[in-house]
Every structure is written in structure tokens, then in C-alpha cells.
């Protein structure tokens, strides 16, 4: 059984996942099942380490785009969610 943190973290993720591959911003994107995967591990860890249990999907998308910012901005390492 998934726990609630689980399922918001795939719900996130679904939904970045075809807001990226809509977006020119993220032209890098592909949507494979790999790039999905590994969207998926970062959204994952958000929600599991970095945001309170409980967290909504909204909440998870807007931190997601916020580290996007500071990874951009050289504030946060790219592959950040592996550590």
C-alpha cells in the first residue's frame, strides 16, 4: 500500500510531467520513462524529505519550480535530490 506521501509525490509528478513536456523552458525534457524516473526520484524526495507530511500536490510543484530557480541561479546543485 502506497503511503500518502507516496501518492501525492506521483500525482506531482504526473502533473509536472506534462507541464515540462508543454513547456519551451524545459525544451531538455523528453517524457521517456527515464527522464520520468528521474523526475519522479526528485519530486519524490521533496515531498518526503523537504516538505511536512500532509504536504498538498500544489505544494510540491511550486518547491519543485522554486529549486528549478535556484538550481538556474546557481543556489542549488542540479542533481541535489541524490544525496
Not at 47 to 74: H, K, P, S, W
Amino acid at each position: 500500500m502506497k503511503t500518502n506521501f507516496e501518492n501525492t509525490a506521483l500525482n506531482a509528478c504526473f502533473q509536472l510531467h506534462n507541464e515540462l513536456l508543454n513547456d519551451d523552458a524545459f525544451a531538455g525534457y523528453e517524457g521517456d520513462k527515464d527522464a520520468f524516473d528521474r523526475l519522479y526520484k526528485e519530486v519524490y524526495t521533496i515531498t518526503r524529505y523537504e516538505l511536512f507530511d500532509g504536504a498538498e500536490v500544489d505544494q510540491v510543484i511550486e518547491t519543485f519550480f522554486t529549486y528549478t530557480e535556484e538550481i538556474a541561479n546557481g543556489e542549488r546543485e542540479v542533481d541535489w535530490y541524490l544525496y
